[in-house]
């Protein structure tokens, strides 16, 4: 048997590639769709066009409101925008609900575990106890990131970062950036993006000295953030030792959805690429290269991920995995 859950938001880019991933999922099923009350009502073919590769999935279910007293899944995936997110997801949470969020308001939210599952997985723990719960996904950015710096973080302890990322067009959802405003052009990203880059890993690695400057492009590439890093670490291994850290690093869990290897290592002077390297583990893999010394900092290089499915979709699903084996999920 497998768990019920819902997704919120499914007619979205990111709620279609929850759909996507969670067919023939071992542990759940999709059992419910939900959006806004345009869709609801509506078969889910005719709520909204499908965007991804091959056909939906699921055409013919009917679309119901995202509210919890309609929707019977214990476990319920958020694709929502910060503006409902902040509105629906503690409803569907004090409704007894596990609540996977990739929306952005509650990550740094007291005893609110914002989980990557090889790096924080005691995080989980936070919800123990709980009949119902938010836990966040980190900003998409942070799956390169953040799982690239967790190795080098726990061995020699990071003092400082400096990164600069390189963002998908994809990240913005649909229909995003404008073609006038992307194409043959970057975009520096307005709002609170670099905000949520330099604060999210104090929180995820438990390092509330860690000082991160970051700055934020968008650029036209459909999938996959790329994310230039240089890391000042309190003593300095060798480019050696660095790579045999991230070479082996892979989280306590045997997870569906975390790939061994975890993290691959790339040469070349074109490499990790977006367009080769953003698939790689299923999505779920991050590519890094080429590890070098730095001149002002001890090791600069750079690391990719597949923002809509490490970033988004598949985080969350890996993070529904890890309460699953922690025994943490409604009713377990």
Same mark, same amino acid.
């Given at each position: *048997? !497998?768990?019920?859950? %819902?997704? =919120?938001?499914?007619?979205?880019? #990111?709620?279609?590639?929850? @759909?996507?991933?969670? $067919? ?120 390169? *990131? !953040?799982?690239?710096? %967790?190795? =080098?973080?726990?061995?020699?302890? #990071?003092?400082?970062?400096? @990164?600069?990322?390189? $963002? ?165």
């Amino acid at each position: *048997m !497998t768990i019920p859950v %819902a997704i =919120l938001g499914a007619t979205g880019m #990111v709620g279609q590639r929850f @759909v996507s991933l969670l $067919q023939g999922h071992p542990l759940f099923h999709v059992a419910e769709l939900c959006a806004s009350s345009r869709s609801a009502g509506r078969p889910y073919e005719e709520a909204g066009p499908w965007r991804l590769g091959g056909d939906n999935p699921l055409p013919h279910a009917v679309v119901l409101p995202c509210d919890p007293a309609l929707v019977r899944s214990p476990l319920v995936f958020s694709a929502l925008d910060a503006a409902a997110a902040r509105e629906i997801e503690p409803a569907f949470a004090q409704a007894g609900r596990a609540v996977l969020t990739n929306a952005s308001p509650f990550r740094m939210a007291e005893g609110v575990p914002l989980l990557i599952p090889e790096v924080n997985p005691d995080h989980a723990e936070w919800v123990r106890g709980r009949s119902g719960y938010i836990v966040a996904n980190p900003n998409c950015t942070h799956q390169a *990131m !953040t799982v690239a710096l %967790a190795p =080098l973080h726990r061995r020699w302890g #990071v003092e400082a970062v400096c @990164v600069a990322s390189y $963002q998908a067009v994809s990240g913005a959802g649909y229909p995003g950036e404008s073609a006038w405003d992307i194409l043959g052009n970057v975009h520096p990203i307005a709002g609170d993006e670099e905000a949520k880059v330099a604060s999210e890993p104090r929180k995820i690695l438990d390092a509330p000295e860690l000082r991160i400057s970051a700055r934020c492009v968008r650029v036209p590439v459909a999938d996959g953030h790329l994310v230039g890093l240089q890391v000042r670490l309190a003593s300095d291994p060798g480019v050696e030792a660095i790579e045999g850290a991230l070479r082996t690093f892979r989280g306590p869990h045997v997870l569906h959805s975390s790939p061994v290897p975890l993290i691959h290592l790339l040469q070349g002077r074109d490499r990790p690429s977006p367009r080769l390297d953003a698939g790689r583990g299923a999505g779920m893999a991050i590519s890094i290269g080429p590890v070098l010394p730095c001149e002002v900092m001890t090791v600069k290089f750079f690391a990719l991920a597949h923002n809509a499915i490490r970033g988004a979709a598949g985080g969350a699903i890996a993070n529904a995995e890890l309460l699953h084996a922690r025994g943490l999920l409604p009713g377990a």
